[in-house]
């Protein structure tokens, strides 16, 4: 196994982000910074890679990872039916520690287990996470530890933990949060948190006061999420090991239970432009095999 890449010295750190993206390319894994812990990451489109990353944590299926996006307009190309909540949600804390359990493109060629048909998203606040994205498109990426172990804040502590199983390693020194991404499931069409993180509740519901579900909510509506219902429970870390970004969400706050593939990942472990455009990618999803987000050149 190759030592990590110190990230704080220029050379090394692109000779470690060229590293990865032609690892994540070959469909092996790697562990990434974040701005909220250290994540697993492989390419999303490819289930044999998810199979290897899940493999590596010790988990199953039954508990998919969030997916990282490298800009906010890579939103449009991997969820559908997207509420105007979510959208003001992205604006207010994208880049940044909030993953949103949304209803996946029914299109897309990717499997990143039992989802419920929903995916969990985060675009992350942190530039060798956001560089790296860039270059691979979305990542499945789930916090850096072995399920039912404390999340990796230090690449030492992903090392420990995955030794062998991770391909690259890159070093961005002590995570800045060091907590897990507050993740919200708006998959049924209104918002409910799922798990409380880096970002309060408070104030989620100050930047977008309308659109949540309230006490004495059938829990009907539309959809968008972090993964589907029963994801962040599924996608979000049922077993709270703190999954970055989709992490692992405690019980859902609210009297639902979360939605399919809402679990937790790393990525805060979950983007790359921050720009803060919400444009959508062309067309109403991505079509059925392409990777949104991926740099083409």
């Not at 990796?152 to 090392?159: E, P």
């Not at 992490?247 to 720009?275: H, I, K, M, Y």
Request: glycine share 12%; aromatic share 4%.
């Amino acid at each position: 196994m190759r030592p990590p890449f110190n990230c704080a010295d220029p050379q090394a750190r692109e000779r470690g982000l060229s590293a990865a993206q032609n690892a994540v390319k070959r469909g092996e894994v790697v562990v990434l910074p974040t701005d909220t812990v250290y994540g697993i990451g492989a390419d999303a489109f490819s289930p044999s890679a998810v199979r290897k990353l899940l493999e590596a944590k010790g988990r199953g299926r039954d508990m998919p990872p969030p997916v990282l996006v490298p800009e906010v307009r890579t939103i449009d190309g991997l969820a559908s039916s997207i509420p105007f909540a979510v959208r003001e949600l992205v604006d207010a804390f994208w880049p940044g520690a909030l993953t949103i359990v949304c209803r996946a493109q029914p299109s897309l060629a990717w499997d990143l287990g039992e989802t419920g048909g929903t995916v969990a998203l985060r675009m992350p606040l942190h530039p060798v996470a956001l560089e790296l994205l860039k270059r691979t498109g979305p990542m499945a990426v789930s916090s850096a530890n072995l399920s039912g172990r404390p999340a990796a804040t230090t690449v030492a502590d992903a090392v420990d933990q995955l030794g062998s199983s991770v391909r690259v390693y890159l070093d961005g020194g002590d995570s800045p949060e060091g907590a897990p991404s507050t993740i919200v499931d708006a998959s049924d069409g209104k918002l409910r948190v799922l798990r409380v993180g880096a970002i309060s509740e408070a104030e989620l519901r100050r930047a977008v006061p309308k659109g949540w579900h309230e006490d004495g909510d059938d829990g009907e509506g539309g959809e968008d999420g972090d993964d589907v219902p029963a994801a962040e429970d599924s996608q979000v870390d049922a077993d709270v090991d703190a999954d970055v970004d989709a992490g692992a969400p405690a019980e859902p706050t609210g009297d639902a239970a979360a939605p399919a593939g809402a679990q937790a990942g790393a990525g805060d472990e979950p983007g790359s432009a921050v720009d803060g455009s919400a444009t959508p990618l062309e067309g109403d999803g991505a079509a059925q095999g392409t990777k949104p987000g991926a740099a083409t050149g």
